[in-house]
């Protein structure tokens, strides 16, 4: 097994080089000098150097040594709040904007770590210490796991089982005594094309006659038959920052995986044709809890960066005194304080799991991630409304330093606020609302978190509703006492 040092930065530019299973654009390219994927390499070493510079909140003690606090077991409420933190300061860097930073499934390896007696063994492998070296490896190599999940929109009516299209899924084709051969597809890694390896694993919901399909394990991204297929970039070289202050820095590239025949040796397997493993391995381990605690603090970042855009357009072109304008911007200011207040409600009302982790809780954090989509809509509605016209007539760089064009520099200028400035403004607020860049973001917080349809229908089944039925049943009765 291959050994990085822990550390960080220089290490994880030195992994990305040589890369040889991405393709962007229909050539194979090269991660670590291709521009399209520049910003989020810059944001993902800034999580990296975060560790070094501020070690006392994003590391934790291993023994003697530094590990990612994000792999921290949380056994108080006071370490839930302290992984808390450092995901916060995490979305700080892309201001929320990238959803799959390493603290992601980080918070899914700690509890799978935890709760892996759940994976159980067979006669080739024994799944439960597989997941306990596993999380080891990672956090001694302090390495970057994206994951794979989601299967790709084939034909939903069908079940696994039934599928035709041998890329519906990833399946088992064959196995011996020394691992296991998989073929397939998933929807859409995000991150997958800068991360060290991937965690594939199916969401719960496979049926008896899915077994072939019911797999899960650890892909390093360079196996062979590896095929990782980037959707088109919305990182524009030829736009300054300047024009393009989100896109440019903060794209998060999402990607198509193929496997082809690929060798999974039988110490990375997780899960291996067992249903009922597939269907524990996210829920049951308490998966979904960690990681959905770290989603709705990223989602927090994000939420303060669309507030902070439109109270400056307000401000700025003197909107700001209306009072339907102040309307707005208070369900914005009060949409960031729910968002905090799910964050502190699902630590607060956490639980412990028989295996001594606490858990933060599933019901506020399924809550806010039902609700905030339609919140993010929300914000991204008013910025478009206050900045309207504006941000579609805003000029190119270039054209403020074309002489022709000096009187850009008055027209454009509201008089406390100079052209050059209310244009960046602008800028960001079509970024973050309109283009490719703004419209994917709002994509991803619709159905990052799978679809809000099962989000609520799911709350609603698994809600402990019984106080509520309780009061309808004492005032039908008139018994009010
Ligand atoms: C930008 C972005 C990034 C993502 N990154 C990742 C990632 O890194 N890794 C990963 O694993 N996943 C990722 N996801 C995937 C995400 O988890 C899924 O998109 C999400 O869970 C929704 O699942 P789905 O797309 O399969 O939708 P489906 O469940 O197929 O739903 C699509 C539509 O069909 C309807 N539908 C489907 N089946 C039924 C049914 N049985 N009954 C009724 N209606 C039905 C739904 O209501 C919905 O309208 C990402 C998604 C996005 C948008």
Same mark, same amino acid.
């Given at each position: 097994?291959?050994?990085?040092?822990?550390?960080?930065?220089?290490?994880?530019?030195?992994?990305?080089?040589?890369?040889?299973?991405?393709?962007?654009?229909?050539?194979?390219?090269?991660?670590?000098?291709?521009?399209?994927?520049? *910003?989020?390499?810059?944001?993902?070493?800034?999580?990296?150097?975060?560790?070094?510079?501020?070690?006392?909140?994003?590391?934790?003690?291993?023994?003697?040594?530094?590990? %990612?606090?994000?792999?921290?077991?949380?056994?108080?409420?006071?370490?839930?709040?302290?992984?808390?933190?450092?995901?916060?300061?995490?979305?700080?860097?892309?201001?929320?904007?990238? *959803?799959?930073?390493?603290?992601?499934?980080?918070?899914?390896?700690?509890?799978?770590?935890?709760?892996?007696?759940?994976?159980?063994?067979?006669?080739?492998?024994?799944?439960?210490?597989?997941?306990?070296? &596993?999380?080891?490896?990672?956090?001694?190599?302090?390495?970057?796991?994206?994951?794979?999940?989601?299967?790709?929109?084939?034909?939903?009516?069908?079940?696994? *089982?039934?599928?035709?299209?041998?890329?519906?899924?990833?399946?088992?084709?064959?196995?011996?005594?020394?691992?296991?051969?998989?073929?397939?597809?998933? @929807?859409?890694? !995000?991150?997958?094309?800068?991360?060290?390896?991937?965690?594939?694993?199916?969401?719960?919901?496979?049926?008896?006659?899915?077994?072939?399909?019911? $797999?899960?394990?650890?892909?390093?991204?360079?196996?062979?038959?590896?095929?990782?297929?980037?959707?088109?970039?919305?990182?524009?070289? $030829?736009?300054?920052?300047?024009?393009?202050?989100? #896109?440019? #820095?903060?794209?998060?590239?999402?990607?198509?995986? /193929?496997?082809?025949?690929?060798?999974?040796?039988?110490?990375?397997?997780?899960?291996?044709?067992?249903?009922?493993?597939?269907?524990?391995? &996210?829920?049951?381990?308490?998966?979904?809890?960690?990681?959905?605690?770290?989603? /709705? $603090?990223?989602?927090?970042?994000?939420?303060?960066?669309?507030?902070?855009?439109?109270?400056?357009?307000?401000?700025?072109?003197?909107?700001?005194?209306?009072?339907?304008?102040?309307?707005?911007?208070?369900?914005?200011?009060?949409?960031?304080?729910? $968002?905090?207040?799910?964050?502190?409600?699902?630590?607060?009302?956490?639980?412990?799991?028989?295996?001594?982790?606490?858990?933060?809780?599933?019901?506020?954090?399924?809550?806010?991630?039902?609700?905030?989509?339609?919140? &993010?809509? !929300? @914000?991204?509605?008013?910025?478009?409304?206050?900045?309207?016209?504006?941000?579609?007539?805003?000029?190119?760089?270039?054209?403020?330093?074309?002489?022709?064009?000096?009187?850009?520099?008055?027209?454009?200028?509201?008089?406390? !606020?100079?052209?050059?400035?209310?244009?960046?403004?602008?800028?960001?607020?079509?970024? %973050?609302?309109?283009?490719?860049?703004?419209?994917?973001?709002?994509? &991803?917080?619709?159905? =990052?978190?799978?679809?809000?349809?099962?989000?609520?229908?799911? =709350?609603?089944?698994?809600?402990?509703?019984?106080?509520?039925?309780?009061?309808?049943?004492?005032?039908?009765?008139?018994?009010?006492?």
């Amino acid at each position: 097994m291959q050994t990085y040092e822990f550390s960080a930065k220089g290490a994880y530019l030195k992994r990305m080089k040589g890369r040889n299973s991405v393709y962007l654009n229909g050539v194979q390219v090269d991660v670590a000098t291709s521009p399209a994927f520049s *910003g989020a390499i810059g944001c993902i070493e800034k999580y990296y150097d975060l560790q070094e510079e501020q070690s006392d909140i994003h590391c934790f003690k291993d023994g003697n040594q530094n590990a %990612a606090i994000s792999l921290l077991v949380p056994s108080t409420v006071e370490d839930l709040q302290r992984k808390r933190k450092s995901y916060k300061a995490v979305a700080d860097i892309s201001f929320g904007m990238l *959803g799959r930073t390493p603290d992601f499934i980080n918070a899914a390896l700690a509890t799978l770590y935890a709760h892996s007696k759940q994976l159980g063994s067979n006669p080739f492998a024994n799944f439960s210490e597989n997941m306990k070296a &596993y999380y080891n490896y990672v956090k001694e190599n302090n390495l970057f796991v994206g994951h794979g999940a989601i299967n790709p929109q084939i034909d939903r009516s069908l079940p696994l *089982g039934s599928q035709i299209n041998e890329y519906a899924a990833v399946r088992i084709v064959s196995h011996d005594q020394k691992g296991i051969v998989v073929t397939g597809a998933k @929807m859409i890694v !995000t991150l997958a094309p800068i991360a060290d390896e991937l965690l594939i694993f199916n969401m719960p919901g496979l049926k008896p006659g899915d077994e072939d399909y019911a $797999v899960s394990f650890a892909l390093p991204i360079d196996y062979p038959g590896v095929k990782i297929i980037c959707r088109k970039p919305m990182v524009k070289p $030829v736009y300054h920052h300047f024009d393009h202050p989100l #896109a440019n #820095a903060f794209d998060e590239i999402d990607a198509y995986l /193929i496997l082809n025949e690929v060798f999974i040796p039988w110490d990375k397997v997780f899960v291996f044709r067992d249903v009922d493993k597939s269907n524990l391995f &996210y829920d049951k381990t308490f998966a979904r809890n960690h990681t959905g605690h770290q989603g /709705i $603090v990223r989602g927090l970042s994000k939420a303060e960066l669309l507030t902070g855009i439109s109270i400056q357009l307000a401000k700025m072109l003197k909107l700001d005194g209306f009072i339907n304008v102040q309307e707005k911007l208070g369900e914005l200011t009060s949409y960031v304080e729910l $968002v905090k207040a799910s964050i502190a409600w699902s630590e607060a009302d956490a639980t412990l799991s028989e295996e001594g982790v606490i858990t933060p809780s599933i019901s506020a954090i399924q809550a806010i991630r039902y609700n905030f989509p339609k919140m &993010y809509e !929300t @914000m991204v509605k008013t910025l478009q409304s206050l900045a309207a016209g504006s941000m579609l007539s805003t000029p190119h760089y270039q054209d403020f330093l074309n002489s022709d064009l000096s009187d850009l520099a008055s027209s454009l200028s509201t008089g406390e !606020t100079d052209a050059l400035s209310r244009t960046k403004l602008l800028n960001l607020a079509w970024d %973050a609302s309109g283009d490719g860049f703004g419209q994917r973001q709002l994509v &991803y917080e619709f159905f =990052h978190a799978g679809d809000p349809m099962r989000i609520a229908a799911g =709350h609603f089944l698994n809600y402990d509703k019984s106080n509520m039925i309780n009061m309808v049943d004492r005032v039908l009765l008139h018994d009010n006492d």
